[in-house]
């Protein structure tokens, strides 16, 4: 069973970086895309970004420009760099492999929370 880790989350003011991290277990992480996910207090859960095995990205209106994200499929880790981070980023982020039936492969981590203030 696949388990997914992500770390990097904290507390940072209006504009600036922080650089989360997912580890995944398990030897097909290189063959499936993956994504980054966050859901706010009383919200649902929302896309942010996702990349293919080889590396084609897509993002949410919301944070196109300013986050990046990026794998190492040698590391089983996929990465996302975010820049610029407004309040509205406030949320926990989670990682998961989507499939092509709009669930998704892998249990859910715990995520970790991203607190920006104003």
């Known amino acids: 069973q696949v388990q997914l880790v992500e770390s990097g989350g904290g507390l940072v003011q209006a504009g600036g970086s922080l650089r989360l991290s997912c580890a995944a277990s398990?030897?097909?992480?290189?063959?499936?895309?993956m994504g980054w996910y966050r859901q706010a207090p009383g919200k649902q859960r929302e896309l942010v970004a996702t990349?293919?095995?080889?590396?084609?990205?897509n993002y949410a209106n919301s944070v196109k420009g300013r986050f990046t994200i990026s794998r190492d499929n040698a590391k089983n880790t996929v990465y996302l760099q975010m820049n610029s981070l407004k309040p509205e980023d406030t949320a926990v982020y989670y990682c998961?492999?989507?499939?092509?039936?709009?669930?998704?492969?892998?249990?859910w981590g715990a995520g970790t929370q991203v607190t920006v203030s104003s």
């Open positions: 998961n492999a989507p499939n092509a039936y709009g669930s998704f492969r892998y249990p």
């Open positions: 398990g030897s097909i992480f290189s063959s499936n895309a």
């Open positions: 990349i293919t095995s080889i590396g084609f990205t």
